[in-house]
């Protein structure tokens, strides 16, 4: 009896081991949490539509809180500041505030979400071979969307603490570059100076709960009259509101994500004529199209490829009720 309990005991054993070994999606879920949370000091490069900007960035505990401090070395001044889930938005003038918003996005390397999990019903994954970037040596991986529709995203992971060193955006057919981030230095520890996470500049713009939620002052009224069907799979809901266009005329903004993807869809009334369909790149790996249909006007923003969001568009159903 002991014998057959320690070849049972020793068989699940051996089971649950090789299940952990072919769990494709370790590496991400440790990159996830790398991303947000391992220390760092260090200089990265972010890459779209053929420019190129440059952030220093600092990452440790300040006063038993993980604090983050990135700076802009070349374009706009700009400094965005992560403490906790509240992103502070700093820079001398409006015009570079601005700006800093847009660079929040996405903080760099924090480019998987929480739950990577959740990327299973969208994407496959790969592990491609090693790599070497800013003097760490990394693993990279693909994420593949099922549907052709979605960028293919690579990531060099740190073969260690497993943080993302080098994303890169993929068009789907070509494998060109729509956008990239990669470290040129950095150190896997927290500075030891601890005015590096002192700004520069007293403008200045705090959003509570993250860069992609707005500040509690601003949000919209919530709707709940629209119904979107026909996404592809993997998009959840995130947000309902209404919105006051530039037109004056109110609008649904729906925004939705599938944990790396991040589409705002608004529906207008349509008034006079309809507007001619229209898709093209705004910048780097984000497009924006529009199309009229039953006396509505629909306009979706987000990171797919303009022709991917163009069909996406067409094809996707919205009624009011």
């Not at 300040?62 to 500041?81: A, C, F, H, K």
Request: glycine residues 8%; proline residues 7%.
């Amino acid at each position: 009896m002991h014998r057959i309990c320690c070849i049972t005991g020793g068989v699940l054993l051996g089971v649950s081991l090789v299940a952990h070994a072919g769990d494709d999606w370790q590496p991400l879920r440790k990159a996830a949490q790398a991303g947000r949370q391992q220390p760092l000091n260090g200089t990265y490069l972010h890459q779209m539509s053929g420019a190129l900007e440059t952030f220093q960035v600092y990452r440790g505990v300040v006063d038993n809180q993980l604090t983050e401090r990135r700076e802009s070395l070349d374009g706009l001044p700009r400094e965005i500041l992560r403490q906790g889930n509240d992103v502070t938005y700093f820079a001398p003038d409006a015009r570079a505030l601005t700006a800093a918003r847009y660079s929040a996005v996405r903080l760099f390397p924090a480019v998987l979400p929480d739950n990577v999990d959740g990327l299973a019903a969208s994407y496959t994954v790969k592990r491609l071979g090693s790599d070497r970037v800013a003097r760490h040596d990394c693993d990279w991986y693909l994420l593949k969307p099922n549907d052709g529709l979605r960028y293919n995203q690579r990531f060099c992971l740190d073969s260690v603490t497993g943080m993302p060193l080098k994303a890169v955006m993929l068009l789907p057919r070509s494998n060109e570059v729509a956008e990239q981030y990669t470290f040129t230095d950095v150190e896997l520890t927290a500075p030891k100076d601890r005015s590096v996470y002192k700004s520069h500049y007293k403008l200045s713009y705090t959003q509570r709960g993250g860069a992609q939620s707005p500040a509690p002052s601003t949000v919209p009224p919530v709707v709940t009259s629209v119904d979107v069907t026909g996404l592809p799979p993997g998009f959840k809901l995130l947000r309902a509101v209404e919105r006051t266009m530039p037109s004056g005329d109110k609008a649904r903004h729906l925004m939705y994500t599938d944990g790396l993807v991040m589409l705002s869809l608004f529906v207008e009334p349509q008034s006079g004529d309809p507007r001619p369909d229209r898709a093209n790149v705004v910048q780097g790996a984000l497009s924006i199209a529009s199309h009229s249909v039953d006396n509505m006007q629909l306009t979706l923003v987000g990171d797919l490829p303009e022709q991917s969001l163009a069909s996406l568009l067409r094809s996707i159903k919205v009624s009011l009720k």
